[in-house]
């Protein structure tokens, strides 16, 4: 869901963007703002903030600095839009909210077996991930990476699980080149006949794969442990 907080608050710092500006971001969305176009008048922002005049025009001036907001001034007000960029920093305020208030749900990815470039193997065999993987992971994993093509609304899921706390791998060289780092989210593989766990999903920071894959490490040969063949439709539940 979010990124570490103190890169974030850094972001802000940078943008001159605090919780401030996001009260008001906050208000514009609620007048509709996220829809499309609205009057904003600076006494009654001002009001609803508890501010004067003048602050509640520094921080719209603010927000549009920022590019979360974009403005017309008129000779009665101005008409004022949030931007997807505004619309990404109330998503992230929101998702701070869920989890505060819900329980966490399991984070389950779906999707299909499938086939890769057969480059896996060659990575996790790599003595310089290899022994960051039995010392952070717990275990020597099978040579390679099971690639699960996700189904569409996991693709969006996927996003939630990179903002959670994974295992970092760090990046190494040796005489000929570096190579890059990754990190680890633990998880359990299901499939309807059974199960297997812990696998973990493994996001290389170089890949050749786009965001509609995952690619799955563990111990054993999981084709062979849980019978999967390409196009077999699996769960990936990723522990919160
Ligand atoms: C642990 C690990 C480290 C990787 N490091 C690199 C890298 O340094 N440079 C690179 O081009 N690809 C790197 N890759 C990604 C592979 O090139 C490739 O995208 C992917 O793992 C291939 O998977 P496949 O053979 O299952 O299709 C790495 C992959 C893994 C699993
Ligand atoms: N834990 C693992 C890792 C890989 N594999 C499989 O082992 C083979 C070698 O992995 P790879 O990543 O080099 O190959 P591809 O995923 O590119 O086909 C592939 O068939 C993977 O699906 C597995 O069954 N269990
Ligand atoms: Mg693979």
Redesign the pocket.
């Known amino acids: 869901m979010l990124g570490p907080p103190v890169l974030r608050c850094m972001s802000r710092a940078t943008l001159a963007v605090g919780y401030d500006e996001l009260a008001a971001l906050k208000l514009l969305a609620l007048d509709g703002a996220r829809r499309g176009e609205v009057k904003a008048s600076c006494s009654d922002l001002a009001d609803r903030l508890d501010a004067s005049t003048q602050t509640a025009s520094r921080r719209l001036q603010a927000l549009e600095e920022a590019g979360y907001v974009d403005r017309e001034v008129v000779s009665d007000g101005q008409w004022v839009t949030i931007t997807d960029d505004g619309e990404r920093v109330l998503q992230r305020e929101y998702e701070d909210y869920r989890r505060v208030f819900e329980e966490p749900a399991d984070l389950a990815l779906s999707g299909r077996v499938t086939g ?6 060659h ?2 065999s790599l003595p310089g ?1 290899n022994r960051q993987f039995e010392d952070r992971l717990g275990y020597e994993p099978f040579a ?2 099971l ?1 699960v093509e996700l189904d569409e609304p996991s693709r969006r899921a996927r996003s939630a699980m990179e903002s959670l706390d994974g295992v970092d ?1 760090d990046a190494w060289e040796d005489d000929e080149r ?3 780092s ?1 990190t680890c989210y633990p998880a359990t593989l299901e499939t309807d006949d059974g199960s297997y766990d812990p696998v973990h999903v ?1 996001v ?6 786009d965001e509609t894959k995952v ?1 799955l ?1 563990a111990a054993d040969k999981l084709r062979d442990e849980l019978t999967l063949d390409d196009g077999d439709e699996v769960i990936v539940r990723v522990a919160q």
Do not use: C, K, S, V
């Open positions: 890769g470039m057969g480059e896996g193997r990575y996790i991930y390679g990476t690639n791998i570096t190579y890059g990754a493994i290389p920071d170089r890949t050749h794969h690619e490490i």
